[in-house]
């Protein structure tokens, strides 16, 4: 048998520990080239929030750092995968996370006839990450992120974007979760790289540059992978 043809739809992976600016950077490729960012970090706390049977499993291990279980999160991720607008491309954020994830990531795309087409290893080292997360803020009207020193609005109180004046933070950005969040990320997430690397679809991008420079480089990587996805090509 062939190998299973990939048709159509890029699907970005952007694998990083906390703060490395997966979510800055899903919302500028988002902007750029009209894909779907999926957070499922985004789907977990709306499920919290909401008070789903899904939130409510997931919120004390999301307070504490650690990782909620592979087949709630998998469920949350399959039903936003099946809304039609992911048919234009999806940017993963924050998933896989697990090496079970990433294997039923492949079964899932294989059904739709799809496969992963570049996964973005965002470096910084763990001074950075806990220092982005610790003043991390967010819109609470349209999600866009923020920093209290290193990505502040242009009009403080008032979101850049939408002009919103309500702001979130979230729960776990302190400097002892974002610690906890750091040592899962190194146990259970970063061999994702190794196997990512096996598979080739892996890129590093040194992610301690500035926002814009992460952009550049992010946007070189990712560019050439979009337009063969809609060119038919994968
Ligand atoms: P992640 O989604 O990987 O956890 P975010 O995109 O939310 O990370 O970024 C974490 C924090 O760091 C946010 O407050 C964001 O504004 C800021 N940030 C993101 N990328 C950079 C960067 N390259 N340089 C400085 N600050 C950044
Ligand atoms: P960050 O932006 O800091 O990387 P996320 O918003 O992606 O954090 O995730 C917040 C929390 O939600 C994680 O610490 C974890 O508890 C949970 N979570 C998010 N995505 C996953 C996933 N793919 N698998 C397991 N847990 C997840
Ligand atoms: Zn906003």
Do not use: W
């Not at 706390?45 to 049977?53: H, L, S």
């Not at 001074?127 to 610790?134: H, I, N, S």
């Not at 814009?212 to 038919?232: H, Q, W, Y």
Request: charged fraction near 25%; proline fraction near 4%.
């Amino acid at each position: 048998m062939n190998a299973p043809s990939c048709t159509q739809t890029a699907v970005l992976i952007l694998l990083g520990p906390p703060g490395a600016g997966k979510g800055t950077q899903s919302r500028a490729l988002e902007r750029a080239f009209g894909l779907i960012q999926l957070s499922t970090g985004d789907m977990l706390r709306a499920a919290v929030k909401a008070g789903t049977p899904a939130g409510k499993a997931a919120k004390a291990v999301m307070e504490a750092g650690g990782l909620v279980s592979d087949e709630i999160v998998l469920g949350v991720l399959a039903e936003r995968m099946s809304q039609p607008d992911t048919g234009r491309g999806v940017i993963l954020d924050g998933f896989p996370r697990t090496l079970a994830q990433a294997e039923a990531l492949d079964d899932l795309l294989a059904l739709r006839g799809q496969c992963v087409g570049a996964v973005v290893s965002m470096e910084v080292d763990d001074e950075t990450m806990v220092a982005r997360v610790a003043g991390r803020f967010t819109c609470a009207t349209c999600g866009e992120g923020y920093h209290e020193t290193l990505k502040p609005a242009k009009m403080a109180g008032t979101c850049d974007i939408c002009g919103g004046t309500d702001f979130t933070r979230r729960a776990d950005d302190n400097a002892e979760t974002a610690r906890a969040r750091l040592a899962t990320y190194r146990q259970q997430t970063a061999p994702l790289i190794g196997h990512y690397e096996q598979t080739g679809v892996l890129m590093r991008l040194d992610a301690m540059q500035d926002i814009a420079a992460v952009s550049r480089d992010l946007v070189r990587m990712v560019e050439p992978v979009i337009r063969k996805g809609r060119s038919g090509g994968m």
